[in-house]
């Protein structure tokens, strides 16, 4: 796979359930950081873990890093039909200068039904 | 809430002709960056900008694109001579101290 590739590629469930999202990258990576978008709308910054984080958390998000297999998780709880979004991971690798150029995935595209 | 702007929304130009796409980042932000996403595709860096010069670019960014940031506010695009394949959604981003990169809108670029 490519760096960045989040699982599945699509995601419905109903109102309430939790929904989880995976994301596989190859290289080392200094941070990750989980993106929504709206259709045919901006990217909006949702979380950010380090490379020496392995859990994060932020109200209904929650974000899991293992190094060691070069993947990460993210977890929303008590889903609302406006959680309805692609999701993507970017992941910013570990190099010598600023570093900061992101690489995206092909995203997880999450329908909550009401 | 400062937010990343950026200007038009959509462009339509003709193959060959010279656009400029524009940006006001966040204003005590000193990264920025430029990204497009091709309709159904992986969102792509194109170049990031710090101190007045490019830090980083892929290979995307060729001589056909340039960034400036002409005054105190507004961060540029231009791409010199349009292809069709330069369609894309195309996304102006800033970052401070920390390593979250806030996105703007977009503009949607579209190359008859």
């Known amino acids: 796979s490519q760096q960045g590739e989040e699982d599945p590629q699509a995601l419905s469930i109903q109102e309430g359930e939790n929904a989880t999202m995976n994301c596989s990258y190859k290289?080392?990576?200094?941070?990750l950081q989980w993106y929504r978008q709206n259709s045919g709308r901006g990217l909006v910054h949702l979380i950010l873990?380090?490379?020496?984080?392995r859990e994060k958390h932020s109200g209904r998000l929650r974000v899991t890093l293992d190094t060691s297999k070069k993947s990460s998780s993210l977890l929303i709880t008590a889903s609302r039909a406006a959680d309805t979004a692609s999701y993507f991971c970017?992941?910013?690798?570990?190099?010598?200068?600023?570093?900061?150029?992101?690489?995206f995935g092909s995203g997880t595209q999450l329908t909550v039904l009401p | 809430e400062p937010e990343v702007t950026q200007t038009p929304s959509h462009q339509v130009t003709q193959m060959g002709q010279e656009v400029i796409l524009r940006c006001v980042p966040i204003?005590?932000?000193?990264?920025f960056y430029w990204y497009r996403q091709i309709l159904g595709q992986k969102v792509e860096f194109l170049v990031s900008?710090?101190?007045?010069?490019?830090?980083?670019k892929s290979e995307i960014f060729d001589d056909q694109f340039s960034v400036e940031r002409p005054d105190g506010s507004n961060f540029t695009l231009k791409i010199r001579s349009t292809k069709l394949e330069d369609s894309a959604m195309y996304f102006c981003?800033?970052?401070?101290?920390?390593?979250?990169?806030?996105f703007g809108p977009g503009t949607r670029l579209t190359v008859t």
């Open positions: 873990i380090r490379s020496n984080e």
């Open positions: 981003a800033s970052s401070g101290s920390g390593a979250e990169q806030y």
């Open positions: 900008f710090y101190n007045n010069e490019i830090s980083e």
């Open positions: 204003s005590n932000h000193l990264y």
């Open positions: 290289t080392s990576i200094n941070n």
């Open positions: 970017a992941t910013a690798p570990i190099s010598s200068g600023s570093a900061r150029q992101l690489t």
